[in-house]
């Protein structure tokens, strides 16, 4: 089990010295793990502006088979089609989860059946849940009373943001019907009004500050 990293997302928020790095998980299954690779330079770029948390402002990309996984705090999934894990990766992401890792991941249309299906097999016990409105993730730097921002508008479902809880930790924060990580792509690629970025970047800084400090 990784206590390190336990310990490093139990820090007070004013203790982050070092740089964090967001990693982005690559996916088998036909998926287009890698869209928009402006997005997460983008969010790191926001969260040292605006925060005293430190993130490196380029993406890494980590395999859930890999044992480098266990060196980012934060990974995020994103994409709009099929995601397939394999045995080795089930196995990994269940541990790095349940010893203190944190999964953010973002249906950009079209991936939910094939991301809660694998869900299911690295935790066939547990479900995900809706977050009420007043769960601190929305609420820990920016306040977001109604819940997660509608970016796009997709099929035109109301927003929702999913947990999966292990031993009472939130370890994994999935949102449906929003798009949120579009919002931090350069603004030439959506086209996503001014006060629509700024939902998106406000609501991004409020989950990676939730996963590192809880």
């Excluded at 982005?24 to 793990?33: E, I, L």
């Excluded at 490196?56 to 859930?64: F, G, N, P, R």
């Excluded at 890999?66 to 269940?94: A, M, Q, S, V």
Aim: aromatic share 14%.
């Amino acid at each position: 089990m990784r206590e390190w990293l336990v310990l490093l997302l139990c820090l007070p928020q004013s203790l982050y010295a070092q740089e964090f790095v967001v990693a982005r998980v690559k996916y088998g299954g036909g998926g287009d793990w890698y869209n928009d690779p402006s997005m997460i330079p983008n969010l790191s770029k926001e969260i040292n502006e605006r925060t005293t948390l430190r993130a490196q402002e380029e993406q890494a990309v980590v395999s859930l088979e890999d044992e480098d996984l266990f060196n980012y705090p934060f990974i995020f999934l994103t994409g709009h089609g099929n995601i397939k894990f394999d045995d080795r990766e089930i196995k990994n992401l269940r541990t790095y989860l349940t010893s203190g890792g944190f999964l953010y991941a973002d249906d950009d249309y079209g991936m939910d059946e094939a991301f809660r299906r694998e869900l299911k097999r690295v935790f066939p016990d547990k479900e995900l849940v809706e977050l009420p409105f007043d769960h601190e993730i929305y609420h820990i730097f920016y306040d977001f009373p109604s819940g997660l921002p509608k970016i796009h508008k997709h099929d035109e479902k109301p927003p929702q943001g999913f947990g999966m809880f292990h031993d009472g930790r939130l370890v994994l924060f999935y949102t449906y019907e929003t798009n949120i990580s579009d919002g931090w792509a350069d603004f030439d690629v959506h086209n996503d009004p001014p006060h629509k970025r700024e939902e998106a970047f406000k609501m991004g800084i409020n989950i990676v500050m939730y996963a590192l400090t809880h």
